[in-house]
């Protein structure tokens, strides 16, 4: 499992991308790490910025070399900050966010496209969704997210790809973790046709695929893990 110390994230982009890290980005990393500051992942251990954020980021940059495709700040950007409205509570000292509402000075900070990429990746609260129980209004839930991101543009669907890979990845270190079945069933419901429905994406098809087939022996292998 990658993990990059933030110190390290700057030498690293310019290393992949031959691209000198301009203020644009230096924003983007100092906005994750102060809302993601401190924030750990399921082991209860892991840095959130050093195992997730930061690991997505480079991969979603590889994936734009590997296919000979331009890398730009604003896509890097967007990697960096593709989780930020999820903990936007965590951010102490943007006043100007107090003031006309998170998401107005996101976008007015980072503009219109990062602040679409984010907003169309944040999860939905489950209340706004129909059904009897929790488990209707997540059915619903994941299939209204499974509808908005096939129909999303190709940055879009890197970002998600690479987020996604990255959780698999993650939870199949933690055996007994309740997430390892809605990993295996949302696999087989979406995300790996996700990777063949135009713009295909050979290179996470087989990433993802390793994922879910990790995830499927550890399944197999606890039969008794908790579903929610």
Same mark, same amino acid.
């Given at each position: 499992?990658?993990?990059?110390?933030?110190?390290?994230?700057?030498?690293?982009?310019?290393?992949?991308?031959?691209?000198?890290?301009?203020?644009?980005?230096?924003?983007?990393?100092?906005?994750?790490?102060?809302?993601?500051?401190?924030?750990?992942?399921?082991?209860?251990?892991?840095?959130?910025?050093?195992?997730?954020?930061?690991?997505?980021?480079?991969?979603?940059?590889?994936?734009?070399?590997?296919?000979?495709?331009?890398?730009?700040?604003?896509?890097?950007?967007?990697?960096?900050?593709?989780?930020?409205?999820?903990?936007?509570?965590?951010?102490?000292?943007?006043?100007?966010?107090?003031?006309?509402?998170?998401?107005?000075?996101?976008?007015?900070?980072?503009?219109?496209? *990062?602040? #679409? =990429? +984010?907003?169309? @990746?944040?999860?939905?609260?489950?209340?706004?969704?129909?059904?009897? !129980?929790? $488990?209707?209004?997540?059915?619903?839930?994941?299939?209204?997210?499974?509808?908005?991101?096939?129909?999303?543009?190709?940055?879009?669907? *890197?970002? #998600? =790809? +690479?987020?996604? @890979?990255?959780?698999?990845?993650?939870?199949?270190?933690?055996?007994? !973790?309740? $997430?390892?079945?809605?990993?295996?069933?949302?696999?087989?419901?979406?995300?790996?046709?996700?990777?063949?429905?135009?713009?295909?994406?050979?290179?996470?098809? +087989?990433?993802?695929?390793?994922?879910?087939?990790?995830?499927?022996?550890?399944?197999? !292998?606890?039969?008794?893990?908790?579903?929610?």
């Amino acid at each position: 499992m990658e993990s990059i110390k933030t110190d390290n994230i700057i030498p690293l982009i310019e290393k992949e991308t031959n691209l000198h890290v301009a203020n644009f980005v230096e924003s983007a990393i100092e906005l994750a790490k102060e809302a993601h500051a401190g924030v750990k992942r399921e082991d209860g251990t892991s840095s959130f910025l050093e195992t997730h954020i930061w690991p997505v980021t480079m991969d979603v940059i590889r994936h734009y070399m590997s296919v000979n495709r331009s890398v730009t700040s604003t896509q890097i950007v967007s990697a960096m900050l593709h989780d930020i409205l999820e903990d936007d509570e965590r951010i102490l000292d943007l006043y100007a966010s107090k003031t006309y509402g998170f998401d107005a000075y996101f976008e007015h900070r980072f503009g219109y496209y *990062v602040n #679409k =990429l +984010a907003t169309t @990746l944040k999860t939905k609260p489950l209340e706004i969704y129909q059904g009897s !129980n929790n $488990k209707e209004r997540e059915f619903e839930r994941f299939h209204d997210y499974c509808n908005i991101l096939s129909k999303s543009d190709y940055d879009v669907k *890197v970002v #998600k =790809l +690479a987020d996604r @890979l990255n959780n698999m990845r993650f939870i199949s270190k933690i055996p007994g !973790n309740e $997430k390892i079945k809605r990993y295996v069933r949302e696999a087989e419901d979406f995300y790996l046709a996700y990777t063949m429905l135009d713009p295909a994406m050979p290179d996470f098809y +087989a990433y993802i695929r390793d994922a879910y087939e990790q995830l499927r022996k550890i399944e197999k !292998n606890t039969p008794d893990l908790i579903t929610r």
